[in-house]
C-alpha cells in the first residue's frame, strides 16, 4: 500500500514570509497528525484530525500557525508569519483508528519537509 | 505532564555487538508505548509497539520491554549490523484524554561500525 506522502520535501524561506505544507495520509485512514521535530529533538504534535474534525489542536502556535483537512483526506499546514524558531523538519503521520480504544493503532509516518527559515 | 528521556543520546558499537537502549517516562499512566527508528532524511517506522499490558515485545533481533511501574523500557538490538545506524525514538500514548497523544524521546542517535 501507498505510504503518506509530503510535498514540498525542502522549503527555504525568509523570516515573516509564508509557507505552506501538504500530506496525503494513507488512504482510509481517519485520523491525521501533524508534527515538528526541532534539530535534535523528538517530534512534539502540533494538531489532530479524526476524519475533518480537529481533536487536538493545544500545542498549535494559533496566531501564525493553521491547518485543515478537506473533507477528511488530505491536509495543509501553514505557517504565516514564519520565525526563525519556526526552523524544523514538519511530519505528518497517519492512524487507521485514531480515538478508537485500540492499543495496537499504530502512526504511520510521511517524509517530512524540511524548512528552513532565514 | 509527561516527559520522555532517552540516555545516552548516541553510541557507536563495532558490528556484531549486542547493545541496550534505554527509556525513561515520568507517567506511569501508559496506554502504550512505541519504539520508531528515524533514518537521516525520512520518517519514522515504528519497530515494535507495547501495550500497557504487556511486559516485552519482539520482533526479529529486536526485543523491547516495559516496567511500567518504574517508568523504564529498553530496547535491546542482538547482533548489530552497520544497517542498524540510525536514530531509535521511544513514544509513549498516555492513557487520559480523548487525544491520547504521543510523548516522544529525543532520541539515541546510534552508529555500529563495520
Known amino acids: 500500500e501507498a505510504g503518506v506522502a509530503q510535498s514540498p520535501r525542502y522549503k527555504i524561506i525568509e523570516k515573516r514570509q509564508s509557507v505552506a505544507f501538504w500530506c496525503n495520509p494513507i488512504?482510509?485512514?481517519?485520523?491525521l497528525y501533524w508534527y515538528q521535530q526541532i534539530l535534535g529533538q523528538g517530534p512534539k504534535l502540533l494538531i489532530q484530525f479524526q476524519n475533518n474534525g480537529v481533536v487536538d489542536d493545544s500545542q498549535l502556535p494559533k496566531d501564525r500557525f493553521s491547518a485543515e483537512r478537506l473533507k477528511g483526506v488530505d491536509s495543509t499546514l501553514k505557517i504565516q508569519p514564519a520565525k526563525l524558531e519556526d526552523s524544523a523538519v514538519y511530519l505528518c503521520a497517519s492512524s487507521l483508528k485514531g480515538l478508537v480504544h485500540s492499543q495496537t493503532d499504530t502512526q504511520y509516518f510521511g517524509p517530512g519537509t524540511r524548512l528552513t527559515v532565514l | 505532564k509527561q516527559e520522555v528521556t532517552q540516555i545516552p543520546a548516541a553510541l557507536s558499537v563495532p558490528e556484531g555487538e549486542n547493545l541496550v537502549l534505554n527509556c525513561s517516562f515520568t507517567d506511569s499512566a501508559i496506554y502504550n508505548l512505541q519504539w520508531f527508528r528515524q533514518d537521516p532524511g525520512k520518517g519514522l517506522t515504528s519497530l515494535l509497539l507495547?501495550?500497557?499490558?504487556?511486559r516485552e515485545q519482539t520482533s526479529g533481533r529486536l526485543n523491547a520491554s516495559l516496567d511500567k511501574s518504574s517508568g523504564r523500557s529498553t530496547l535491546y538490538i542482538a547482533a548489530s549490523q552497520p544497517g542498524d545506524s540510525a536514530t531509535y525514538l521511544c513514544a509513549v500514548r498516555g492513557s487520559s484524554g480523548s487525544a491520547r497523544q504521543l510523548t516522544f524521546g529525543s532520541g539515541t542517535q546510534l552508529t555500529v561500525l563495520p
Open positions: 488512504s482510509g485512514h481517519a485520523t
Open positions: 507495547i501495550q500497557s499490558s504487556q
